[in-house]
């Protein structure tokens, strides 16, 4: 029976390890294609913490990027670049039971 216990325990070690993602030092995002895009055009105006503190799906992330272009002077992006940010948040910071909230709607947001 121990030997089966080390082995559960090695096998949930071993799963937890390849589902772990890195985090990038400087910012505290998650490391995946797109992370320097996302630095660059994003953590200007506001910190790394509001997009991790944030989950949404890729409509509710580009409800958001609109509002910030609408009421926060944030430049249009070309389509490339916001399919890469778009892609990198969707992706990284998805909806899930964690959120601090559940995100506004974009009707609901402040004008």
């Known amino acids: 029976m121990k030997t089966f216990l080390k082995l559960a325990l090695m096998l949930a070690v071993g799963i937890t390890l390849l589902n772990a993602k890195e985090i990038d030092k400087e910012s505290g995002l998650i490391v995946d294609k797109g992370l320097q895009t996302v ?42 670049i916001e399919d890469e940010i778009l892609t990198y948040l969707e992706t990284n910071y998805p909806p899930g039971d964690i959120a601090r909230r559940p995100n506004l709607k974009a009707k609901d947001l402040p004008n």
């Open 39 to 80: 630095k660059t055009n994003c953590t200007v105006c506001h910190s790394a913490k509001f997009i991790i503190l944030q989950k949404g799906d890729r409509e509710t992330w580009k409800s958001m990027i609109r509002w910030m272009q609408k009421t926060q002077g944030l430049w249009e992006f070309t389509p490339e």
